[in-house]
């Protein structure tokens, strides 16, 4: 990474390569989870949620 920075209501972070490319990450756990429901289609299974979250109880996302 060549630079980080937030965006000024703080729910994005952006990231700068070396080679130019700017990536933008959501920062907000509500948003995060909109669009992890709208990308997937519904919640993640109970399965899914213990292997991608493990450290996490399972909650109804969508």
Not at 19 to 48: K, N, T
Request: a neutral charge; proline letters at 8%; charged letters at 20%.
């Amino acid at each position: 990474m060549l630079a980080l920075s937030y965006s000024t209501d703080g729910r994005t972070l952006y990231a700068l390569t070396g080679d130019g490319a700017l990536f933008a990450y959501v920062a907000d756990g509500p948003r995060a989870a909109v669009l992890l429901c709208s990308r997937v289609g519904g919640p993640p299974s109970r399965a899914d949620w213990s292997r991608c979250i493990p450290d996490a109880p399972y909650r109804e996302l969508c």
